[in-house]
């Protein structure tokens, strides 16, 4: 049994709809490692459910594995507003979310984030952020302003297959674009922070209670 294998067996188990959807974007849909998976959708679903959000924003649903961890923990009244890019994954996804126990917590909005968000005002208790590596900076300028004091943010893949710690390259956008969000991340004042490194690294930031909108 390999470490992987053990841990997997002494959490909560993933459960025989998520494994279905899992299967299915590994035979559906391209890149499917990208889902979030057993053991880290457990940890946002803990998370939600440690947090009581009554308003989460999720930038980035792909196949929609992380929505529904997420929306698995949300309290009664509580909604979940998710952006895909990606319009050639909505029926994929209008299938896997309209069919599952939390289909009526769930908002999915097709197109970018970073132009439909910002006019649909309210601010946000809790917000996952695991799209566009080149826009993680932008993401998180857009967020900071409609984040509730003591709101959360955690952003996944912040240590992007361990290349954030070398020298990128000049065309190599993402890793250019992670390394430029951690930086910005670290040296701002208005939130707590801490990288875990689970899979691919996951940054979880905490926004001061006295941060001024």
């Known amino acids: 049994?390999?470490?992987?294998?053990?841990?997997?067996?002494?959490?909560?188990?993933?459960?025989?709809?998520?494994?279905?959807?899992?299967?299915?974007?590994?035979?559906?849909?391209?890149?499917?490692?990208?889902?979030?998976?057993?053991?880290?959708?457990?940890?946002?679903?803990?998370?939600?459910?440690?947090?009581?959000?009554?308003?989460?924003?999720?930038?980035?649903?792909?196949?929609?594995?992380?929505?529904?961890?997420?929306?698995?923990?949300?309290?009664?009244?509580?909604?979940?507003?998710?952006?895909?890019?990606?319009?050639?994954?909505?029926?994929?996804?209008?299938?896997?979310?309209?069919?599952?126990?939390?289909?009526?917590?769930?908002?999915?909005?097709?197109?970018?984030?970073?132009?439909?968000l910002p006019p649909m005002g309210g601010l946000w208790d809790f917000a996952y952020i695991d799209a566009d590596k080149r826009e993680y900076v932008a993401y998180y300028k857009m967020l900071m302003p409609l984040m509730k004091p003591g709101g959360y943010i955690v952003a996944d893949n912040t240590l992007w297959y361990g290349r954030v710690t070398g020298k990128a390259k000049e065309s190599d956008l993402q890793t250019r674009g992670v390394q430029a969000f951690n930086d910005l991340v670290a040296a701002d004042p208005r939130v707590e922070k801490v990288i875990l490194p689970l899979r691919d690294g996951l940054t979880i930031i905490r926004v001061k209670e006295h941060f001024c909108q």
């Open 1 to 116: 049994m390999t470490l992987d294998e053990y841990i997997l067996a002494h959490i909560d188990a993933e459960g025989d709809y998520l494994h279905a959807l899992w299967r299915d974007t590994q035979l559906r849909l391209s890149y499917g490692q990208m889902a979030s998976g057993h053991l880290q959708g457990r940890l946002l679903k803990m998370l939600i459910e440690m947090t009581k959000p009554q308003k989460v924003l999720e930038l980035g649903t792909f196949s929609g594995y992380a929505t529904l961890c997420m929306a698995e923990g949300l309290q009664e009244g509580a909604e979940l507003h998710t952006f895909e890019i990606f319009d050639e994954n909505e029926d994929f996804l209008r299938q896997w979310i309209g069919e599952s126990p939390y289909a009526d917590k769930i908002h999915l909005h097709i197109g970018n984030a970073l132009q439909l």
